[in-house]
């Protein structure tokens, strides 16, 4: 992959992401995408990813803000900084009670790309940082 294809693809990854388009995003993933979940464990494949997704749909609502992209010389890696805009709406395991919260914070995500698609999904924020936002009265 080229640079420009790989900003394009994690563009797209995100844009149908704000636009709520699962099958958007999943479109673009390997088969075998692996899914490194925040300070989690990781997953594998585009059937784990998508039983993902439908739980963070089901506990929040986001917005990613401010994205920026980086890529590495040959595209075959990616990474993003953004801010993601959320609302805490239904209480997720071992998380503090959801009373519709707000929260604005810093995230950042590494990806490898293999064949035009999305192979490995990495993402990192501050958990502790969240708690602190949804937990406030």
């Not at 503090?96 to 810093?106: F, V």
């Amino acid at each position: 992959m080229d640079i420009s294809t790989t900003r394009e693809t994690i563009a797209e990854y995100y844009d149908a992401f704000n636009r709520q388009d699962y099958e958007g995003m999943l479109a673009l993933l390997n088969p075998d995408v692996v899914h490194d979940a925040n300070q989690g464990g990781s997953e594998t494949g585009i059937e784990k990813f998508r039983a993902f997704l439908q739980r963070m749909d089901l506990h929040y609502s986001e917005q990613v803000e401010d994205l920026v992209i980086y890529t590495n010389a040959s595209g075959t890696g990616a990474a993003s900084e953004f801010y993601i805009r959320g609302k805490y709406i239904k209480t997720d395991s071992g998380l503090p009670e959801a009373k519709g919260q707000n929260y604005h914070l810093r995230v950042g995500a590494f990806f490898d790309l293999k064949d035009g698609k999305i192979s490995r999904v990495t993402n990192y924020y501050n958990l502790q940082k969240w708690i602190e936002l949804v937990s406030k009265p």
